[in-house]
């Protein structure tokens, strides 16, 4: 015995499965628009058939990037929709981001590396883009492992006194009297 999933009742007759459900022909609708269909073509939402007309109005998504509708494989990043070939690097890479770790800067993806170089805090020692916590001083921020005396290259503690020369690199107390 088979019950039908739009009306609850047993189908005595023909049975329509769709969905990992059993309906009578005539319950199998659209859940937006309450109407019977009838053709092969048809979407789900929520457990529920839907017609390609609903479908294409209520759920289906924009491509952020090219603004057409996505039919096949969507991803969904930064509060958007992207075609998948679309949701690519920001930088001059340009690799596909889906799936990976990204940034975002001013409503684009980064990946991790073109992020890090372009827009990164630059280390005042040795230039290179600094990812974790950095020590700020002498106007610029610093690895910590870089903050050290430019004369005699001992490590620069965060306690320590020091100064700046006209470079605004840092001289311990030791080297700076």
């Given at each position: 015995?088979?019950?039908?999933?739009?009306?609850?009742?047993?189908?005595?007759?023909?049975?329509?499965?769709?969905?990992?459900?059993?309906?009578?022909?005539e319950?199998?609708?659209?859940?937006?628009?309450?109407?019977?269909?009838?053709?092969?073509?048809?979407?789900?939402?929520?457990?529920?058939?839907?017609?390609?007309?609903?479908?294409?109005v209520?759920?289906?998504?924009?491509?952020a990037?090219?603004?057409?509708?996505?039919t096949?494989?969507?991803?969904?990043?930064?509060?958007?929709?992207?075609?998948?070939?679309?949701f690519?690097c920001?930088g001059?890479c340009?690799?596909?981001?889906?799936?990976?770790?990204?940034?975002?800067?001013?409503?684009?993806?980064?990946?991790?590396?073109?992020?890090?170089r372009?827009?990164?805090?630059?280390?005042?020692?040795?230039?290179k883009?600094?990812?974790?916590?950095?020590?700020?001083?002498?106007e610029?921020?610093w690895?910590?492992?870089?903050?050290?005396?430019?004369?005699?290259?001992e490590?620069?503690?965060?306690?320590?006194?020091?100064?700046?020369?006209?470079?605004?690199?840092?001289?311990?107390?030791?080297?700076?009297?």
């Amino acid at each position: 015995m088979a019950t039908c999933y739009g009306c609850k009742e047993e189908i005595k007759d023909k049975v329509l499965e769709a969905l990992n459900k059993n309906w009578h022909p005539e319950h199998f609708a659209c859940k937006e628009c309450k109407k019977r269909i009838i053709e092969n073509k048809f979407h789900e939402a929520d457990g529920r058939p839907v017609c390609p007309k609903c479908y294409e109005v209520k759920f289906q998504a924009i491509c952020a990037a090219c603004r057409k509708m996505i039919t096949e494989k969507v991803v969904k990043a930064m509060g958007k929709a992207w075609h998948l070939e679309h949701f690519i690097c920001g930088g001059p890479c340009k690799q596909q981001l889906s799936g990976q770790t990204f940034f975002e800067r001013n409503g684009k993806p980064y990946c991790t590396a073109d992020y890090e170089r372009l827009y990164a805090p630059k280390c005042g020692g040795c230039k290179k883009p600094i990812v974790e916590k950095a020590i700020s001083a002498v106007e610029a921020k610093w690895h910590k492992e870089c903050f050290k005396c430019k004369l005699c290259k001992e490590p620069i503690g965060v306690d320590s006194k020091f100064r700046s020369d006209k470079d605004k690199q840092p001289i311990c107390e030791k080297c700076g009297i």
